[in-house]
């Protein structure tokens, strides 16, 4: 059954705070619950999840009143969550979509990807990991899991790689991008980087699109990932 929608839900959610709804479409009540419970440790109340387990369930209620961050499954009672994604996103460009599936195939991730989805995590990865993810998304990022990332790469022609590996042996972190790494994955936010570094927010931001780009991640959790695989940061 469909929830009934809350009143909170019609109104915009004050400057700092969350994005409500969240839409979760996930069949399995085991991972519904950890999925909740995930949410909630981020500051989401349980009020501001809405919990459907089809995408018959999530289209009923998308059709009553939008949301303002999904994660979706993609293997569904009643469907491919990959038809659902395509919906959301012609209805919002700039929705938050991450795809939380068991499905690891090339198929299913280049499709999900394809339809719009913003990010994509496998559940099989710990609660941090998927909270990371859902705080990527929250602030604009790309999160895509290391497994899938390697999967991707794999797709890329010789050539491109190729050229990617020798731009990656260029690029080395510099010191301050080091020390800003290091407090990513401390977890700490932009915000709370400017002040430990006495930088501007802005001109974090720019040290870690430039981290990104030099690492060829989209988040700040393969950031982290590709940084420790290099020796960069420990």
Known sequence: MVPSINSNFLSAPSEGSL???????????????????????????????????????????????????????????????????????????????????????????????????????????????????????LRGGAPIDPFIARRILELLPVSKLDSMQVQHSEQELSERESAILRLVADGMTNREIADRVSLSRFTVDTHIKRIYRKLAVSSRVTAVQEAKARGWIV
Do not use: C, H
């Open 19 to 137: 994005p409500i709804p969240v839409l979760v479409v996930e069949d399995e009540p085991l991972l519904q619950r950890r999925l909740q419970l995930v949410l909630m440790s981020l500051g989401y109340a349980e009020s501001d999840l809405v919990i459907v387990g089809s995408l018959k369930e999530a289209r009923d209620f998308l059709s009553k009143q939008p949301v303002a961050l999904a994660l979706v499954d993609l293997e569904l009672p009643d469907g491919n969550g990959r038809s659902l994604i395509l919906e959301m996103r012609a209805d919002d460009p700039s929705l938050g979509i991450l795809v939380v599936s068991a499905w690891s195939s090339e198929d299913a991730i280049l499709g999900a990807l394809r339809a719009g989805a913003t990010g994509y995590v496998l559940k099989e990865r710990d609660d941090l990991e998927v909270s990371l993810s859902i705080r990527s998304v």
